[in-house]
Structures are given as C-alpha cells and as structure tokens.
C-alpha cells in the first residue's frame, strides 16, 4: 500500500469523529501522509504509521516513556540488566587457573559496556521527557516546510534505519553466544545448584548483553537518522542553486538547516563526547590487559574483548560517519554558491557575448555531476560543459550584491556538526586518530621498557 496515502484502520485509536471533522474542514488533509497529518500528532501506533517500528522496538527494550508505569519498567529494567545481573555474573564465576585470564577479560568488558549503556539510557531518558519521539526526529512541524522529495525520501529513510541495528546486532550476538557457550563450559558458578544455575547465569548475561548493546546502538541510529534527514535537505538546497533560485529564498532555507544543525550538535555532543572518552578508555585498558597477560590468547579467554571492541567501533564511526558527512555538505554548499554566482555574473555581463564564444556553464550544470557520497568525501567536484545560456529577456531574480552577500554569508556559515565549537569534519578526524594512536604507542613504549 502506498505509504503516501492516509488510512484508517478499525483499530486505530484516533476517534473517528475527529478524521471527519478534519476532512469536512480541509479534504487535502486526507491525502497527506502520516508523518505531517495533524491528526496524528499524538496519536499511538497504528498498522501505517511511519513510526510503528520505533515504538516496537521501544516497548521490547522496555524504553517506552509514553506513560507512568512504562516510565517504571524501564528504570527498573535498566537498573537491573545494566548493572545488576553483570556484577552478579562477575562475582559468582570461578575458573580454573589454566582459564584464569578468561574471567579477567570477561569483568573488564562489563565495565565499559555498562557505562555506555548508563549514558544512551539517560540521553534517550533526556530526550523523551524533553521532546517525544516525534519531536526528536523532526517530524512535528520541522518538515512540514521541506518538499515533498525530501519527506519521502525521509520516509523510506525511517524504514530503513533498523537495518543498520539489525546489521550489527545479529552478528555480534551470533559471536558473542558462540564465545559465552565455550565460557560458560570451562567456569563454575558459585552457589550450587549443578548445570541449572550455570544456564541462569548463561541466559541473564546474553539477556543484559542484549540490552546494553541495543541501547547503545539506538542512539547511534536515532543520530544517523537525524543527519540523514540533514543530508536531505542539502540536496534540496542543491536544487535551489540548480533551478535559480532567489538569494533570499536561499538563505532562508540554508538559516533553517544550520538552525537543525544546531538543535542537533547540543543534542548529542554529551552523547559523542561521553563515547569518545568510553571507548577510549575502554580500548586502552583492554590492551594493557592483554600485554600484561602471560596465558595464551584464543576465542574462549579473549572473545569478550573482541565483540565488545567491534560493537563499540561500529556505533561511534556510524554517529562520526554521519556527522562527517553533513559537514562536508554545509562545505560543499560555499563551491556550488561561488559558481553559482559567477555563473550568473558572467551571463549578466552585456560584454560578454563580445569578449568570448565559448560556450558557459548553465546553473542547472552546477550539481549534475554532483550524486554519489564518493565523488563528494574522495575527488574533486567535476562541472560540465553546456551550451545553454541564460535568456536576456529573463535577468536572474538575484542581483550582484544580494548574490555576493550570500556567498559571503555561507563562507563564514559552512560548518555542520559541531562538538563544543568544533566542527565533526575529516580534519578532526585526523586529529583523533593521531591522539589514539600516540596514547597506544606510549603504553607499548612502557611496557617495553617494564
């Protein structure tokens, strides 16, 4: 069924009575789609709402905040699976000493896994209480004034957000129930009770690992989605420069992005900045373990270490690779409006037709070649040749000051994602990885010298 269309299902708990008086006062109304019908706004989920997988997926992690008691059992689940069951699990598994350093690799996962749980838990918390589900993925009036390309697009963006959690989730749980079999087989479990309380201990560690690692991963897709929906736009703004668009109708649309961005950047820094320092330490700490024991390496010991540094990996590079991108966007935005400008100065220009014949660069060339996340991270721009020249019957609707204003106002205005004044680009990038690898080098020159 086409998602564009509004229906109603028997089992919908918006009041009939309401959709009639709607449709009575405004019949367009009941054509649009579900992410901008009023109706909607605050309505549960339903057989074609957009937002239906989000709420699932809410109430099986028990994050749904939507009411008093499910406020309730996601405190209490989350108090339990995060911190409880891993320190029981830590404290009552005993190993031989020829597996000694499996259950010493085994507590030091618990840690960091456990403390970027707590810090997606309290943002998602956070979020809820401040903004709702629908507010946090600026479906309530912020796309309402976007085109039609970018809401269904956006559309088809929200189906395919949970693939990116599914896609890291089932093979890292496929790993880590392999390695917590050859675990659970080689250590005992305190307090009697023979193979029964060995299969507790084994279920309530899969069932807190679960939950810890899908929090996590939510919030880095609820981030991806955002900077998708980010994406969106600054195409549409490409198209603005490519159908010639007034200065001013782009500037308006290029201020309400950067106004997103902002509300974005102070939404999930604590977020992105509490990971960099968890699983920078979480990292380091894992390698001084590792160098500091002297028992062979293999799958049953080290296999905690493996998926929790996979998993960890995984989430931060999906926010920074999405973060990365939207910058590199609100850049490229600066090239496209200098030839844009110039573009459009040279066909103005009454002389020009006297001081050259060859053939100029229409505005509707000036992102033709512009499509694939390849050509915009690794090579330069190209900008095609066409012999198409703007009518002088019909002068541009931007004048050369308002033109040059703009490109002066998106020169010092191309920053995208922004960590505490610090833009997410490929430069800090560049810049953490030369910090994570001199932390690295100087604990090996350490232990080398112990």
């Known amino acids: 069924m086409d998602s564009t269309t509004m229906n109603i299902p028997r089992d919908s708990s918006v009041d009939s009575t309401s959709v009639e008086a709607v449709s009575d006062k405004d019949p367009d109304s009941m054509r649009l789609p579900l992410l901008l019908n009023p109706v909607y706004a605050r309505a549960k989920s339903t057989v074609f709402d957009e937002l239906r997988n989000f709420r699932i997926c809410l109430k099986w992690c028990a994050l749904d905040h939507s009411t008093a008691a499910?406020?309730?059992?996601?405190?209490?689940?989350?108090?339990?699976?995060?911190?409880?069951?891993?320190?029981?699990?830590?404290?009552?598994?005993?190993?031989?000493?020829?597996?000694?350093?499996?259950?010493?690799?085994?507590?030091?996962?618990?840690?960091?896994?456990?403390g970027l749980a707590a810090l997606s838990f309290l943002t998602l918390a956070a979020f809820f209480r401040r903004y709702g589900l629908r507010q946090l993925l600026f479906l309530d009036g912020a796309l309402r004034d976007d085109s039609a390309f970018i809401r269904h697009r956006y559309a088809r963006e929200l189906d395919r957000a949970f693939r990116h959690l599914v896609c890291i989730l089932l093979p890292s749980f496929g790993v880590e129930l392999a390695h917590k079999v050859l675990f659970f087989s080689t250590v005992s479990v305190l307090g009697g009770g023979g193979p029964w309380s060995s299969a507790v201990v084994f279920v309530a560690t899969l069932a807190s690992w679960v939950y810890r690692t899908g929090v996590f991963l939510l919030v880095c897709v609820l981030f991806r989605l955002t900077c998708e929906l980010q994406i969106l736009r600054f195409e549409g703004l490409y198209k603005m420069f490519e159908e010639g668009d007034g200065s001013e109708d782009i500037f308006k649309e290029h201020a309400r992005i950067k106004r997103q961005l902002l509300v974005t950047s102070h939404r999930y820094r604590i977020f992105i900045l509490g990971c960099l320092v968890a699983i920078t330490v979480s990292q380091l700490g894992a390698l001084m373990l590792v160098l500091a024991s002297k028992s062979k390496k293999n799958f049953c010991?080290?296999?905690?270490?493996?998926?929790?540094?996979?998993?960890?990996?995984?989430?931060?590079?999906?926010?920074?690779l999405g973060a990365v991108r939207i910058t590199h966007r609100a850049q490229r935005v600066v090239s496209i409006a200098s030839r844009w400008h110039m573009i459009l100065s040279c066909a103005t220009n009454p002389n020009k037709a006297a001081q050259s014949s060859s053939p100029t660069i229409a505005p509707n060339e000036l992102v033709a070649d512009e499509v694939s996340d390849s050509d915009l991270l690794e090579g330069p721009i190209k900008c095609t040749a066409?012999?198409?020249?703007p009518s002088p019957a019909h002068p541009p609707a931007s004048t050369f000051k308002a033109r040059q204003a703009l490109v002066l106002y998106l020169q010092h205005n191309g920053g995208g994602i922004t960590l505490f004044g610090f833009a997410l680009d490929r430069g800090l990038l560049h810049t953490l990885f030369a910090f994570e690898t001199t932390l690295v080098l100087w604990i090996l020159s350490k232990l080398v010298v112990l």
Not at 77 to 96: H, N, Y
Not at 311 to 319: A, E, I, P, R, Y
């Open 70 to 114: 499910g406020k309730a059992v996601s405190y209490a689940s989350f108090v339990a699976l995060a911190f409880l069951v891993p320190a029981a699990a830590s404290l009552s598994v005993r190993a031989p000493p020829s597996s000694a350093s499996s259950v010493s690799f085994h507590k030091h996962v618990q840690v960091p896994a456990s």
């Open 301 to 320: 010991n080290s296999g905690d270490l493996v998926v929790c540094s996979a998993v960890q990996l995984s989430g931060f590079f999906m926010c920074l």
């Open 386 to 389: 066409s012999s198409a020249h």
